[in-house]
């Protein structure tokens, strides 16, 4: 529910293989490192270990360029 991509009657449908690829790419990274899950009050990452503190967007934007 929260990929509009995957639904063909939006506006927001991939065309190309690579766009889609990107868009789930960047829906995954902020849920998983970003987005903080009410059910175990901190980021997935931060739970596994992953990272000790969640990223912001402006982190993954810097990733990204």
């Known amino acids: 529910m929260q990929v509009r991509r995957l639904t063909r009657l939006t506006n927001a449908f991939s065309k190309k293989v690579e766009n889609l690829k990107a868009a789930m790419d960047l829906h995954f990274t902020h849920y998983n490192f970003v987005r903080f899950h009410s059910s175990i009050r901190c980021t997935p990452a931060m739970e596994a270990g992953v990272l000790p503190s ?7 934007v810097d990733m990204a360029a």
């Open 54 to 60: 969640a990223l912001t967007v402006a982190d993954l």
